[in-house]
């Protein structure tokens, strides 16, 4: 176990070495924890430039990060991708107006002369998630195009700076930046029986329709954490 843990804390110092220090003027965001599984927040949202962009936010089985399901579908062949997208400052303006969500989520105060550098996602943008994660791809212009991640950086918690769920938003943007579609984060499902604050995976932690849901991937999640640790104690014995 010694040996792993040093590892570890050597590839954290190289880590750390290579990476530029873009860092925001109040320092890198820190990893958010207590993001409860049974909490679901949504945004779906549809344009004259896409049909329908549907986000699904819930906490994660130990806590750590929001896990994140996107859906793009019949994004307008005519706008340019592969498509930014990304949490904004505040809610949709009337008439569907996006220039109303303001800037980007950023507690940390990092802004946007740097581009993020996805291998150092804590120096991101908070609210940066194609920075982090990969932009939408065209792909969403033929047909459907769907995403699931980790970012270890929102927060679903109200006391938290990095909290999507205080009348924040998506924008869906092109290639050139331009605004094209926007959607209001709202609290789809917030499910407080049980004791622990961390239910076991298979949860109820369902919402309206598409795209699915954290159920099974918090399974896979489970299944293959485990697989991990029995591959590290039987390494741990041949040592
Ligand atoms: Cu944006």
């Not at 789809?188 to 004791?195: F, P």
């Not at 369902?206 to 485990?226: D, F, H, N, Q, W």
Request: one cysteine or more; proline letters at 4%.
């Amino acid at each position: 176990m010694h040996f792993f843990k040093s590892a570890a804390t050597v590839a954290l110092l190289t880590g750390a070495y290579v990476v530029s220090a873009e860092t925001g003027e109040r320092g890198d965001a820190p990893i958010t924890e207590n993001n409860s599984d049974r909490v679901v927040y949504e945004a779906v949202f549809s344009s004259s430039n896409i049909k329908s962009a549907r986000f699904n936010f819930t906490g994660t089985e130990d806590g750590v990060g929001v896990l994140i399901h996107a859906c793009f579908t019949g994004v307008n062949a005519s706008q340019p991708g592969p498509y930014p997208y990304h949490v904004h400052d505040f809610l949709v303006g009337p008439n569907g107006n996006c220039t109303a969500t303001g800037a980007h989520l950023d507690p940390y105060l990092r802004g946007e002369v740097t581009a993020c550098d996805a291998d150092a996602p804590e120096t991101c943008q908070v609210g940066d998630l194609s920075g982090k994660h990969g932009k939408a791809s065209t792909e969403a212009a033929k047909g459907t195009w769907c995403t699931s991640y980790v970012d270890k950086y929102l927060s679903l918690n109200s006391d938290d700076e990095a909290f999507i769920g205080n009348e924040r938003s998506i924008v869906f943007h092109n290639a050139n930046k331009t605004r094209i579609g926007c959607g209001n984060i709202v609290l789809a499902k917030e499910q407080m029986s049980g004791g622990g604050s961390y239910p076991s995976a298979n949860a109820t932690a369902t919402s309206t329709g598409e795209p699915p849901i954290a159920t099974g991937g918090a399974t896979r999640v489970g299944a293959s954490g485990l697989a991990l640790g029995l591959i590290l104690a039987i390494g741990a014995m041949l040592l």
